[in-house]
């Protein structure tokens, strides 16, 4: 039994490696791609960046709810919070993918919505531009990292390596807890600069 479940995680390794490049990529890639570029005419989507932060902020208490049951002995639904946190994480992914495809980002400190940042704006923006940018780049790079992380952890539960499962979701927790909850936090700083 302990043989075919080493089995079953390296069978996923290579697939885990390669999604954990694919995707970051793909989505560097679309997000400097808009369809109107190709000349696909769509209205943006602007109704979905207050639902993938929500989906950011259930992801967090998911979580939080999620080692909470596994402290408690609750295996069953520890594995259900985590596997409903991987799809709200999925979720998010196709809503923030499809929003960039159909929208202009928003420059934080942008008043007046003329997609650039002037220098009176700028010092209106103040000291809080620079923390919404660390927490920013910050989210970003650690959602980058953490697609490896949450997959390699879910594949040792899968394959019962519980040992090992432990030791890399108490790296992996934490992270992706920081990546959800300042997903919300930068949707909240940049919402005032939105376009309407």
């Avoid at 890399?168 to 936090?185: D, E, M, N, R, S």
């Amino acid at each position: 039994m302990n043989n075919q479940n080493n089995n079953l995680e390296g069978k996923f390794k290579s697939g885990i490696v390669v999604v954990s490049i694919l995707i970051p990529v793909v989505v560097a890639i679309l997000f400097s791609v808009k369809l109107k570029d190709f000349g696909i005419e769509v209205e943006p989507l602007s109704f979905l960046p207050p639902i993938y932060a929500g989906i950011n902020a259930l992801t967090a208490i998911l979580l939080v709810i999620g080692v909470i049951a596994i402290k408690n002995g609750n295996r069953e639904k520890h594995q259900k919070l985590m596997t409903a946190a991987i799809g709200c994480s999925v979720a998010f992914l196709v809503m923030y993918v499809a929003y960039h495809l159909t929208a202009d980002s928003a420059k934080y400190g942008d008043v007046n919505h003329d997609g650039t940042v002037s220098e009176i704006e700028l010092a209106e923006a103040g000291i809080m531009r620079l923390i919404y940018f660390f927490i920013l780049i910050t989210h970003i790079l650690l959602s980058i990292i953490i697609i490896p992380l949450v997959l390699f952890t879910y594949v040792r539960a899968l394959a019962e390596r519980f040992d090992r499962h432990k030791k890399i979701a108490k790296i992996t927790f934490p992270i992706w807890l920081y990546v959800a909850i300042t997903g919300v936090i930068v949707y909240i700083m940049i919402s005032p600069y939105y376009a309407n």
